[in-house]
C-alpha cells in the first residue's frame, strides 16, 4: 500500500493549490481518503490536525480550511485532490493524505503517504 502526497509548493496570500494522493495497493472505493497536515508549535510538535475527509458516500471538511477547500477524486488514476483557496500564510505546514480503515469515515487512519510541503508568503 502507498499513498504519494504531491502538488505543494510557494503560493501568495490569497492564491490556490490544488494537491494530489496517488493511491495504489487497494482500491480507492473502498477506504475514505483524509488530508492531514503538521500543526505548528513547539508544544505541538508530531501533532496533526485533520483538514479534510472524502469518501464515495461524503466528503466533509475541518475547521482550519472550511470554507475554502474542496475534494474530489479521479478512480481511473487511484488519485484524490484537495483544492485549497484563499491561502493564508497560517496554512502553511506539511500535508499529507492518509487512507482510513473506514469506508465512510477517517476516524481511524490506517496507512500514511510522505507530506508535501506548501508554503504560503508574499
Known amino acids: 500500500v502507498q499513498l504519494q502526497a504531491s502538488g505543494g509548493g510557494l503560493v501568495q496570500p490569497g492564491g490556490s493549490l490544488r494537491l494530489s494522493c496517488v493511491v495504489s495497493?487497494?482500491?480507492?472505493?473502498?477506504?475514505?481518503i483524509g488530508w492531514f497536515r503538521q500543526v505548528s508549535g513547539k508544544e505541538r510538535e508530531g501533532q496533526r490536525e485533520e483538514v479534510a475527509c472524502t469518501s464515495t458516500k461524503t466528503s466533509y471538511y475541518e475547521a482550519p480550511l472550511r470554507g475554502r477547500v474542496t475534494t474530489s477524486r479521479d478512480s481511473a488514476r487511484n488519485t484524490v485532490y484537495l483544492q485549497m483557496n484563499n491561502l493564508t500564510p497560517e496554512d502553511t505546514s506539511v500535508y499529507y493524505c492518509a487512507a482510513a480503515r473506514s469506508d465512510i469515515y477517517c476516524d481511524r487512519m490506517q496507512y500514511w503517504g510522505e507530506g508535501t510541503q506548501v508554503t504560503v508568503s508574499s
Open positions: 495497493g487497494f482500491n480507492l472505493n473502498d477506504r475514505a
